[in-house]
């Protein structure tokens, strides 16, 4: 029987071996290139975000503030990983993990991670920090502690429930305020020692601790979050301006202050001192000199013994509040709000005073903002045909040759000190102001020109019960019904 022929081989031996090396090489390759890609996207890389709610590009001040902080901070996420904020929390979060790796950031989920959630309660408790309503906040630790609650991050609007069967409510977000709020909280744990600022008291001024219309208190709050440990200040007899002040508050007196009060202010000034006046328009109508008019005279401050309307730029028959809405386009007080505007009630004129000597010592006054050109001074029936000046700010290096304790003098003065009480305080960009103002006189260049809350889009499909059922049966039934039919076809088509 004839042998049967011998199969050729597929591939010679040197072919197998051509084919061997050829894999490993191809291997090695992908290995060195996938290597090449990972080195280049640890330092320069870019992503793209396609939702917009996650997307948390940071603001320039951010950025800036980050590059300042060297120690090291723990961020712990002590979140509902369901809860409304989380997601747009943790992005956040994110973004300031990788602008600077010296902060490390944790999450908690203390509905699934119990444990977790001891251990957290337990490293903190010290702080008062474990009690039930303690949910849904984040924690910054460095040289200090920080919580910062979910309620501080958002902004909500009531809003109708569409379609309900009953009237029904439900609060809608409308802004996240987070990177302003976490800014503030990494400015105050990562600094040594807290600052300073101090209320003057006995005069009439607003009660910083007062929670009715008129008082302090929402003003008074925005200081911790500022890193700023408010106190009172009684100047009369030999009490004198405490060495640890780094910001004096003069918020709306009404009652004249004694030479000796203003004199320990001029000194203060003097070893440049920080100073936030605001006065009004109370005084004027009570005939009150409050004292304070003559030590800004001698800063280049001039303060009218007036009140100001503007009938185009109110929302009252009265007049009595009047829109701010033309800042200075060059200071950093105000430039964040150009485009926006501030509410005020009945301010008096603040401007810069003229025909004061020039030379290098003279404080450096530069107006804020202004009325428009229909202003009336005192409730005149003649317009004034030009701007009125409501607000200055002063600013005046240590003179040569003379030590100063504090480094430069700085001062803002406002007409009106109703507009950041609890009632107008939230209105418009009030508060925004108030921080900028805070900011600027302890010269924070890192947290100057504010960082506003970030727009939340929602969008809402609407529909009908049917509708809504036939949605139902083209994502239940339609859709895979397709792919099996497709199959089906593909599967017919093979058989014969």
Known sequence: MASEPTQPLSFSTGRRWVIFFSVVVSILTVIALVGMINYLGGRHFLRFTWNTQARAELSPQTVNLLKSITNHVNVVVYYKKDAPLYSLVSALLNEYQMANRNISVETIDYVHDPAGAKKIK????????????????????????????????GDYKLEAVPNAEEREFKNTLRAFKGEGVFNSALVSVASTKPLQGYFLNGHGEHDPRGKDNAGYLSFTKILPQNYVMPNLLDLVGTNAIPADCNLLIIAGPTQALLPS?????????????????????????????????????????????????????????????????????????????????????????????ENMKQGAETPKVEVLAWTGEKALINNSIVPTGKPVPLMAAVEKGAIKGVYTENGTTRIVVAGDSFFLNNQLIEMDRNQEFAVNVINWLLDRTQLLQGVGPRPVTEYRFLMTKPQMNNVQWLLLAGMPGVILLLGGLVWLRRRH
Do not use: C
Not at 126 to 153: P, R
Not at 296 to 314: C, F, H, M, Q
Not at 324 to 334: L, N, Y
């Open 122 to 153: 337990d490293k903190y408790s010290k702080y008062g920090f474990g009690s039930v309503e303690d949910k849904n906040l984040v924690i910054f630790e460095a040289n200090g502690v920080q919580f910062v609650h979910g309620d501080l991050l």
């Open 261 to 353: 009060e203003v004199e320990k202010l001029r000194q203060y000034l003097a070893k440049g001192g920080k100073m936030f006046v605001l006065l009004n328009s109370d005084a004027v109508i009570n005939n009150i000199n409050t004292g304070l008019e003559g030590l800004l005279a001698e800063w280049g401050v001039d303060v009218g013994r007036n009140y100001i309307k503007d009938p185009s730029a109110t929302t009252s028959d009265s007049g009595y509040d009047l829109l701010v809405s033309k800042f200075s386009e060059s200071h950093p007080v105000v430039n964040p709000l150009l485009a926006s505007r501030l509410r005020m009630i009945l301010p008096r004129s603040v401007g810069k005073l």
